[in-house]
Nanobody, 119 residues
Framework: DVQLVESGGDWVQTGGSLRLSCAAS????????MSWFRQAPGKEREGVAG????????SYALSVKGRFTVSRDNDKNTLSLHMNSLKTEDTAIYFC?????????????WGHGTQVTVS
């Protein structure tokens, strides 16, 4: 079974930084795109950052471009999200998602999420 376990969520001051991680198991990690999504209270879930199988190509939501960096370690089956210059509007539950081959914004499986609070 696909398992995605996020970690690293925390409270952080405005302007601060945080690093999220997602440990993946139950599927050949290097054959699938991976993404980060987030959901703020009262809002729909939205895509934040995605990365292709090899890690050579990434995609970002306009609201985080230049502040967030997505990366993956295919040897360790780990997805990461480095978040800098955090804003209050970044407060949300952040989800790791497994995608389909070759398509970034195509989640098929989700983790349970990790809470990020910026104030």
């Amino acid at each position: 079974d696909v398992q995605l376990v996020e970690s690293g969520g925390d409270w952080v001051q405005t302007g601060g930084s945080l690093r999220l991680s997602c440990a993946a198991s139950g599927f050949p990690f290097d054959r699938y795109t991976m993404s980060w999504f987030r959901q703020a209270p009262g809002k729909e879930r939205e895509g934040v950052a995605g990365i292709l199988e090899t890690g050579r190509s990434t995609s970002y939501a306009l609201s985080v471009k230049g502040r967030f960096t997505v990366s993956r370690d295919n040897d360790k089956n780990t997805l990461s999200l480095h978040m800098n210059s955090l804003k209050t509007e970044d407060t949300a539950i952040y989800f790791c998602a497994k995608g389909t081959e070759g398509v970034v914004w195509s989640p098929t499986d989700w983790g349970h999420g990790t809470q990020v609070t910026v104030s």
